[in-house]
């Protein structure tokens, strides 16, 4: 095995998860090779100055910015849902409207008889437009109506 | 607020420095590090109704912060770029967090310091994937398992891709090792 070989084994090393039968073959090696010594010299001494590089303080005030960011997200989340149910319960209201709305219509009996004119009854039954002549404000309407339901009336 | 808010935003409070500084390594710099911050946290909240109960919860969000962290730099190319120069300059004149407490003399001072921007320099140039792993295990110390739970990829990866970073942060750091 070379040195470049070797180099991922020591690395592994450094970091003591090799099995003992890599750890005893690794050893081996690096007690001839010069190298490779310095190679696991130089890992660790690598490791152990990376964990020494310092981390400065945050900006000031970061902390209050993301938890008021979290906290107007929450809200928003909960007015969300607020506002995404709101089109089922208006869905559901104008439901009961209009199944009130027909139930009362399917229901309740036509009274056009009793708060028309008698006479409308019997142009109704002729003729629906003969029944908008004779509810007409046009005087001429009217005479077109009343020739219309004589006519009918000489048929009956 | 409900009471899933408070205990999460009570969970981020606990745990806001190891967040932080796992947000700072991955990014290089603290604008960069709210950012990711802010985005990781979101997403977080979002599907913290799936969070058990005695999961830890700074692995949790470290995993939803390095994936955040690749996909920009994935979808982002000038990321990298923009990242290097506003590093050195905005964060350079911050005094470190942790600078030793016991009064060293200035030389080594000096020589820590300039070690210290010449890594940050070095892991920036890394690639992402190079840097995460480095992050994760090196300088957080989690083992090869942990880190790949972190990253969703097999232990073999995280070992092969940190002995890649290694040899490529050695070659830039030579002359302080």
């Known amino acids: 095995m070379s040195c470049e070989q070797w180099s991922e084994q020591i690395s592994a090393w450094v970091d003591g998860v090799l099995s003992e039968v890599e750890k005893a073959a690794l050893e081996a090696h690096m007690r001839t090779c010069n190298a490779c010594r310095q190679t696991a010299n130089e890992l660790m001494e690598l490791k152990r100055g990376l964990r020494t590089v310092p981390v ?59 708060t028309v004119n008698p006479q409308i009854n019997v142009l109704a039954s002729y003729h629906a437009d003969t029944v908008s002549l004779a509810l007409s404000d046009n005087p001429i309407c009217h005479l077109v109506a009343s020739a219309e339901l004589s006519e009918a009336e000489s048929h009956e | 607020m409900n009471g899933k808010a408070d205990e999460f935003e009570q969970l981020v409070r606990l745990n806001r420095e190891n967040l932080y500084r796992i947000a700072y390594r991955l990014t290089g710099n603290r604008d960069d590090a709210e950012d990711l911050l802010m985005e990781a946290l979101t ?32 979808k982002n190319s000038h990321y990298e770029l923009v990242s290097l120069d506003e590093t050195n300059e905005s964060d350079e004149n911050e005094e470190p967090m942790d600078l030793p407490e016991d009064a060293e003399d200035p030389e080594t001072v000096a020589v820590k310091r300039a070690f210290w921007k010449a890594a940050n ?45 290694r040899l490529l942060l050695r070659e830039k750091l030579k002359e302080w090792l």
């Not at chain 1, 104008?94 to 309740?108: K, M, R």
């Open chain 1, 56 to 114: 400065p303080p945050p900006r000031h005030g970061m902390w209050e910015r993301l938890l008021r960011h979290i906290r107007w997200q929450a809200q928003r989340k909960r007015f969300v849902t607020v506002k995404s149910l709101l089109p089922l319960w208006l869905g559901a209201a104008a439901s009961v409207v209009l199944l009130s709305s027909a139930i009362l219509l399917l229901t309740q009996k036509p009274k056009v008889s009793q």
């Open chain 2, 43 to 74: 997403e977080a909240w979002e599907s913290f109704r799936h969070f058990q109960k005695g999961t830890d919860f700074v692995r949790w969000v470290a995993t939803i912060m390095t994936h955040t962290f690749l996909d920009w730099r994935r």
């Open chain 2, 121 to 165: 320099k070095a892991l920036d140039e890394l690639p992402s994937e190079f840097r995460a792993v480095v992050v994760l295990v090196d300088m957080e110390g989690l083992s090869y398992e942990e880190a790949s739970k972190i990253l969703k990829c097999p232990v073999g990866t995280v070992r092969s891709r940190l002995h890649r970073a």
